[in-house]
C-alpha cells in the first residue's frame, strides 16, 4: 500500500509520517480529515466508511492511490483504539477497524487538509482556532451534506481529483450561507452508552458520508471516456 493511500482493505497510514514519527516528502493528491473529540468514536466511524466508499468507487483507478482519509480528536489519547461499540457498528456498515489508532488534532493536519468535517459545531470552532484560514473548506458533517443537494455541483466531477476536494469546499461554502446551523448538526457522542446508541450514530455518519462521496470519488477517467448522450 502506499504511505497516504487507501489499500484494499480500507486501512490507510497518514501520509507525511513514518512509522518513527518522522515526516515524508509525500503529498497525497486529497486529503480528507474528521474530527471529534476522542477519535475513537464517530470520527473513526467516518474515516473508515469515507475508505470504504472510496476503495469501492475508484476500485479500477490509480487515483485511489492517492487519496487520504484521516481522523483526529481535540481530546484524544494518541494511540487508542476505537471503543469496542463504535467498531462493530462500523464493521456492521461494511467498514474495518482494523490498525487504527486515535491521534491528537494539530495544526498541521487541520492546515494540511482539503476538506474538513467535523462530528458538532464544538470541533469545527476547534479546528478554526487553529487553521482560522481553512473556513471555507471546514465544515459540520451534516452542514456538508444537506447543502449537496441544492449547491451548484456542475462539472464538478471533471474537476481533477486534486482539486474537487477544495473546489467542493467553495461551493457548498456558498450554499451554506442559505441554511441555518443549529443544533441539528451535531452528531452526538455515543461514548459511555449502549451498543445501539452506538448503531444509531454511525447510521447517521453512513447516511450523510454517501452524497459527499458520490461527488468526491467519481472517476475522472470513467467520465472522460463515457460516451456522449445521443
Do not use: K
Not at 480528536?73 to 457498528?89: L, N
Not at 476538506?115 to 470541533?123: D, F, G, I, N, Q
Not at 444537506?146 to 467553495?170: K, T
Request: hydrophobic share 45%; proline share 7%; net charge positive.
Amino acid at each position: 500500500m502506499r504511505l497516504g493511500g487507501v489499500s484494499p482493505d480500507g486501512v490507510t497510514e497518514p501520509a507525511g509520517t513514518t512509522d518513527g514519527g518522522g515526516l515524508r516528502p509525500y503529498r497525497p493528491l486529497v486529503r480528507l480529515l474528521f474530527v471529534c473529540t476522542g477519535n475513537i468514536c464517530r470520527s473513526p466511524v467516518a474515516e473508515r466508511l469515507t475508505m470504504a466508499r472510496a476503495s469501492q468507487a475508484l476500485a479500477d483507478s490509480p487515483e485511489l492511490t492517492r487519496i487520504e482519509v484521516v481522523s483526529a480528536g481535540t481530546r484524544a489519547e494518541p494511540g487508542a483504539a476505537m471503543a469496542p461499540h463504535s467498531a462493530r457498528a462500523l464493521e456492521q456498515l461494511g467498514g474495518t477497524a482494523a490498525g487504527f489508532r486515535a491521534r491528537r488534532l494539530t495544526a498541521e493536519l487541520a492546515e494540511s487538509a482539503d476538506l474538513v468535517l467535523t462530528l458538532a459545531r464544538e470541533h469545527r470552532t476547534a479546528v478554526l482556532g487553529l487553521a482560522p484560514r481553512g473556513l471555507r473548506r471546514t465544515f459540520t458533517l451534516a452542514e456538508a451534506a444537506e447543502p449537496v443537494a441544492v449547491a451548484d455541483l456542475s462539472g464538478l466531477a471533471l474537476v481533477p481529483m486534486e482539486q474537487r476536494a477544495r473546489e467542493l469546499g467553495l461551493r457548498l461554502d456558498a450554499a451554506r450561507s442559505r441554511r441555518q446551523s443549529g443544533s441539528a448538526d451535531d452528531v452526538a457522542d455515543p461514548m459511555g452508552h449502549r451498543a445501539a446508541v452506538h448503531a444509531d450514530v454511525a447510521s447517521r455518519i453512513h447516511r450523510a458520508i454517501g452524497p459527499l462521496a458520490d461527488v468526491l470519488f467519481t472517476s475522472v477517467r470513467d467520465r472522460l471516456s463515457a460516451p456522449l448522450p445521443v
